[in-house]
């Protein structure tokens, strides 16, 4: 597997994105339950989507995919990077200046797997992944995605404790906020308008840190022309309620989402019920919450 993704890996960006489009799009077409969700996801959040969008959509995570063996592969980034060291990087490490960890965020949108990279290039980065319940894949998925100033933990207790030892040492550490948790550690909140169950260790850690809290995302430029990073930092404190905290993030999420909605992973079952999980409230409290104040990169 390891000889594959290097392999894959060798193909220009262009060409990976091309096929990655190729294939998510006829996964997308085949009837069943994928594209049921990824159609229905999408025209929930924006019920002006057209079928070309849609189709984008697919594409996208398809991309995703194949950028994976090109990121996990290739010691140097070769992608060009557009906001990433100008404008995003910098505002990073302004907030770790403040001496108490940075939380970073990045959701499901357009290449995640670019941002701990490229930032480990200037500093140290824990990154939490979710791990297998394979041991041989657990272990080869952290060896493939680790790199010097990047270290990756697992979504388990082990996990947890190594990101606190980060946030300890005063460096950044990476989450993906919109993967849904086990049962009982998350709290329901409103993503586009309807229930998620949303995790609440990111609020857990940072009461406990007082860490600030950036969410970044890299949208991918067409063409394979590279990636255009964007940063919004939540300025409070997260509200004390697991609810109304986990509704803050998801509010913030959905602003970036705004900026490329056919790059999101529409497809995730982001509105699943975990087994142990309390029932969802039904009623829809997005009008109720309103808007975090964040800074912006633009």
Known sequence: MTFLFWLISRLPLRWLQAAGG????FAARLPGRYHDRLRANFLHAFPDATPAMIDEAARSAG???LEMPYF?????IKAQLYDFDEIVWPRVEQLLEEGRGLIVLTPHLGCFEVLPQSYAVRGPVTAMFKPPSQPWLREWIAKMRSRHNMAMAPANPRGVRMLVKALKRGEAI???PDQV???GEGAWAPFF???AYTMTLVQRLQQWSGAPLAIVAAVRLPQGAGYRAHIRVIDD?????PAEAAAVINRTVEELIAL???QYLWGYNRYKHPAGAELPPAVDARAAMPAPETTENR
């Not at 996990?72 to 140097?76: D, I, Q, Y």
């Not at 404190?237 to 309620?241: E, K, N, Q, S």
């Open 72 to 76: 996990w592969s290739r010691p140097v």
């Open 193 to 195: 308008g309807r229930p």
């Open 22 to 25: 190729a294939l998510g799009l």
């Open 237 to 241: 404190m997260l509200p004390d309620d």
């Open 63 to 65: 991309r995703m995919i």
């Open 260 to 262: 490329a909605p056919t």
């Open 174 to 176: 990476g989450i993906l």
């Open 181 to 183: 948790p086990t049962g």
